[in-house]
C-alpha cells in the first residue's frame, strides 16, 4: 500500500467498498456454494442448502427513535433480514439477535424492542437461537443474522438473468420513502413548537410502509406452490433503480424499464405531489420497499399476470444496450441510481 495514500469510504460507497474489500477473498470450503454477492450466502448441506444473510441497523443512520417506536424496529430489523432469504426462493427458520445498547435504554425498553422481534419471527415461523448484547458509548446498534433453507435447484440468484427475460416486481414501490418524508416533516415540526401535535394525516399506509415493512412471503410461497422458478431476483432495499443495476451487473445484461409500468399506490403519488417530488423518483430511488424485484422467462409472461401482487415493468437485453428508462412521453434516458447511500 502505498505510504500515507488515504482513500475516503464515502469515493468508493456501500457495494465498491464490499468489492474492494472482498476481492481477494477465496473459498476454502467445498460447501460455500455461493459466498458475497447476491442476498445471501449459501452452504450446502447433504440435503437442503442453507442460505444466510446479516444486516446491522444503526441509530441515527438507519433510525431515528424519535418516531419510530421500538417494537416497530424490533420488528423491521427482523423483517429485513428475513426479505434476503425471500429473495433467495428460500424459506428463513431462524436467526441470532446481536445489540449494542446505551445507558439511556431501561430494560423495559429493551423489552419492548423483543416484543417486536417475537412477533416477526412468530409471523414468519423463524425461531430466535441466540445472539449476544453488549454496551455502546452512543445509542442503539442491532444486528441480526437470519439462516433459511431451500434445495439446491430451487435457489435463485442475482446473476442468472438472461436477455429477453421479463423484469418484473411485486406489491408498489415508493410508500416507504414518502412515509419517511411525512415522518421527518412532523419531527422538524415538533423539534420547532413541541405544542404542536404531529398530523401523520391519516396516511397510516404510508407510515406502515416505513415503520414496519412486510417480507414477501406470501410470494415465494407462491412461487414454491405452483414449482415455478424465477430465472433471477433481488429485495428492493436501496431503491428500484439500484436493485436493477445490481442485477444486471451480476448477470451481466442491461435492461429496458416502462415507467408507464412502474407500480406506485395513490397514496404514495397523492403524498409525493403534496411535498412537490416526482412520485417516480420516490419509487425508483427511495429504498425501503422490501418487494422483490425477479425476472421471469418471456413465455412465463401469463403466469405473473395471473399474480394477485406483481408487474411486469421491463425486459432485460443485451448488455451493449444498457440500462434505460422508456418514459411515458415516448423518450429513452439512461436510469440512474441515486437510492440509499451507506457511506
Given at each position: 500500500?502505498?505510504?500515507?495514500?488515504?482513500?475516503?469510504?464515502e469515493?468508493?460507497?456501500?457495494?465498491?467498498?464490499?468489492?474492494?474489500?472482498?476481492?481477494?477473498?477465496?473459498?476454502?470450503?467445498?460447501?460455500?456454494?455461493?459466498?458475497?454477492?447476491?442476498?445471501?450466502?449459501?452452504?450446502?448441506?447433504?440435503?437442503?442448502?442453507?442460505?444466510?444473510?446479516?444486516?446491522?441497523?444503526?441509530?441515527?443512520?438507519?433510525?431515528?427513535?424519535?418516531?419510530?417506536?421500538l417494537?416497530?424496529?424490533?420488528?423491521?430489523?427482523?423483517?429485513?433480514?428475513?426479505?434476503?432469504?425471500?429473495?433467495?426462493?428460500?424459506?428463513?427458520?431462524?436467526?441470532?439477535?446481536?445489540?449494542?445498547i446505551?445507558?439511556r435504554?431501561?430494560?423495559?425498553?429493551?423489552?419492548e424492542?423483543?416484543?417486536g422481534?417475537?412477533?416477526?419471527?412468530?409471523?414468519?415461523?423463524?425461531?430466535?437461537?441466540?445472539?449476544?448484547?453488549?454496551?455502546?458509548?452512543k445509542?442503539?446498534?442491532?444486528?441480526?443474522?437470519?439462516?433459511?433453507?431451500?434445495?439446491?435447484?430451487?435457489?435463485?440468484?442475482?446473476?442468472?438473468?438472461?436477455p429477453g427475460?421479463?423484469?418484473?416486481?411485486?406489491?408498489?414501490?415508493?410508500?416507504?420513502?414518502?412515509?419517511?418524508?411525512?415522518?421527518?416533516?412532523?419531527?422538524?415540526i415538533?423539534?420547532?413548537?413541541?405544542?404542536?401535535?404531529?398530523?401523520?394525516?391519516?396516511?397510516?399506509?404510508?407510515?406502515?410502509?416505513?415503520?414496519?415493512?412486510?417480507?414477501?412471503?406470501?410470494?415465494?410461497?407462491?412461487?414454491?406452490?405452483?414449482?415455478?422458478?424465477?430465472?433471477?431476483?433481488?429485495?428492493?432495499?436501496d431503491?428500484?433503480?439500484?436493485?436493477?443495476?445490481?442485477?444486471?451487473?451480476?448477470?451481466?445484461?442491461?435492461?429496458?424499464?416502462?415507467?408507464?409500468?412502474?407500480?406506485?399506490?395513490?397514496?404514495?403519488?397523492?403524498?409525493?405531489?403534496?411535498?412537490?417530488?416526482?412520485?417516480?423518483?420516490?419509487?425508483?430511488?427511495?429504498?425501503?420497499?422490501?418487494?422483490?424485484?425477479?425476472?421471469?422467462?418471456?413465455?412465463?409472461?401469463?403466469?405473473?399476470?395471473?399474480?394477485v401482487?406483481?408487474?411486469?415493468?421491463?425486459?432485460?437485453?443485451?448488455?451493449?444496450?444498457?440500462?434505460?428508462?422508456?418514459?411515458?412521453?415516448?423518450?429513452?434516458?439512461?436510469?440512474?441510481?441515486?437510492?440509499?447511500?451507506h457511506?
Open positions: 500500500m502505498e505510504q500515507n495514500k488515504r482513500t475516503s469510504i469515493k468508493l460507497g456501500e457495494f465498491g467498498l464490499i468489492s474492494h474489500l472482498t476481492q481477494s477473498v477465496v473459498t476454502h470450503q467445498p460447501t460455500t456454494v455461493k459466498g458475497i454477492g447476491d442476498d445471501a450466502a449459501v452452504i450446502k448441506n447433504k440435503e437442503d442448502n442453507t442460505v444466510i444473510s446479516t444486516d446491522m441497523l444503526v441509530e441515527g443512520i438507519h433510525f431515528d427513535l424519535a418516531y419510530h417506536p417494537k416497530h424496529l424490533g420488528y423491521k430489523a427482523v423483517i429485513v433480514n428475513l426479505s434476503d432469504i425471500y429473495a433467495m426462493n428460500a424459506i428463513p427458520t431462524q436467526i441470532t439477535v446481536s445489540i449494542a446505551s445507558n435504554f431501561s430494560v423495559e425498553a429493551l423489552e424492542l423483543y416484543d422481534i417475537r412477533a416477526a419471527c412468530d409471523a414468519h415461523q423463524v425461531d430466535l437461537i441466540g445472539g449476544d448484547t453488549t454496551s455502546s458509548l445509542g442503539l446498534i442491532i444486528s441480526i443474522t437470519a439462516l433459511g433453507q431451500g434445495p439446491s435447484e430451487r435457489l435463485t440468484y442475482r446473476n442468472t438473468a438472461k427475460d421479463l423484469l418484473c416486481v411485486t406489491g408498489d414501490l415508493g410508500g416507504a420513502y414518502m412515509g419517511l418524508q411525512l415522518l421527518e416533516r412532523e419531527k422538524q415538533f423539534l420547532e413548537n413541541p405544542d404542536i401535535k404531529p398530523d401523520l394525516e391519516d396516511q397510516t399506509y404510508l407510515v406502515q410502509r416505513i415503520l414496519k415493512p412486510e417480507a414477501r412471503k406470501d410470494i415465494v410461497n407462491h412461487f414454491h406452490q405452483h414449482e415455478f422458478m424465477p430465472t433471477s431476483m433481488i429485495d428492493i432495499s431503491g428500484l433503480a439500484s436493485e436493477i443495476f445490481h442485477l444486471c451487473d451480476q448477470s451481466k445484461t442491461g435492461a429496458i424499464v416502462e415507467e408507464v409500468n412502474i407500480p406506485i399506490a395513490k397514496e404514495t403519488e397523492t403524498m409525493a405531489f403534496n411535498f412537490r417530488i416526482d412520485p417516480l423518483v420516490a419509487a425508483l430511488n427511495g429504498g425501503e420497499d422490501y418487494e422483490l424485484l425477479f425476472t421471469v422467462k418471456k413465455e412465463d409472461h401469463s403466469f405473473v399476470m395471473k399474480m401482487d406483481a408487474s411486469i415493468i421491463g425486459e432485460i437485453v443485451e448488455p451493449e444496450q444498457g440500462i434505460h428508462l422508456h418514459s411515458k412521453n415516448g423518450k429513452i434516458h439512461k436510469l440512474q441510481a441515486q437510492g440509499w447511500k457511506f
